[in-house]
């Protein structure tokens, strides 16, 4: 069975430009998570999907961040302006959602630097 | 809120040694506890997960056990080997179709 499928892997970008990340979930996972990861840290929900609805987006700085998934599978995250502050991993994670036991699954991760 | 705190942040052990990994967190309504190992420059790897109503999750030389009314977990590595060496995650989901919550981590250096 495929993983979580995330890229690119690596980015580096100069502060006030944009980004995006792609993250392609497991097969049949009907709820996609995004989190930031700040090194030392433990990860951070940005924003929680089941299908192409948004569950939980409380801790999305939307002045700056945006998520879409269209179609309820693939998502992209993007950030625009970029801020120093946002080189960090980020992290994308799925699991079937619904009542199942709710174990998570992430991808490798995205790791963005801002200079 | 639900706050999730590991200790300690890091941990050195020589080959061979049995060792105990805390977390502690604030509320004990929960739904499920996950551990997660984490490599350098990684994702997260899923070690055990264990639903509310258990008190323990075995695999291979890792056991994770769980004690809510403490708000308490701790994983519990045998026979540790230089391969173990990776930072450990905690992470709480407080219901059913709510996000993990996460502590910060140990991270254990395992030396030959």
């Known amino acids: 069975e495929a993983g979580v499928a995330q890229s690119p892997r690596y980015k580096i970008i100069e502060k006030r430009q944009s980004v995006a990340f792609w993250c392609n979930p497991i097969?049949?996972?009907?709820?996609l998570y995004w989190y930031q990861q700040i090194l030392g840290q433990g990860p951070k929900l940005l924003i929680q999907?089941?299908?192409?609805?948004?569950?939980?987006d409380s801790q999305l700085p939307k002045d700056r961040f945006s998520a879409e998934r269209l179609k309820g599978v693939d998502s992209t995250l993007k950030i625009q302006p970029a801020k120093l502050e946002d080189s960090a991993v980020y992290l994308c994670?799925?699991?079937?959602?619904?009542?199942?036991?709710?174990?998570?699954?992430f991808g490798e991760g995205s790791r963005l630097t801002v200079l | 809120k639900q706050e999730v705190t590991q200790i300690p942040a890091a941990l050195s052990v020589p080959e061979g040694e049995n060792l105990v990994l805390n977390c502690s967190f604030t509320?004990?309504?929960?739904?499920?506890l996950q551990w997660f190992r984490q490599d350098p420059g990684k994702g997260l790897t899923s070690l055990l997960l264990i639903q509310s109503s258990q008190r323990e999750q075995t695999s291979g030389r890792l056991n994770a056990s769980l004690d809510k009314s403490s708000g308490r977990s701790t994983l519990y590595i045998a026979a540790s080997q230089p391969g173990d060496s990776a930072t450990y995650l905690c992470a709480v989901k407080i219901q059913a179709g709510t996000a993990l919550i996460f502590g910060k981590g140990t991270t254990l250096s395992v030396s030959s």
């Open positions: 994670a799925s699991s079937l959602g619904g009542s199942d036991f709710g174990e998570l699954f």
């Open positions: 509320d004990s309504a929960i739904y499920n």
């Open positions: 097969s049949g996972h009907a709820t």
């Open positions: 999907f089941q299908n192409n609805g948004v569950v939980d």
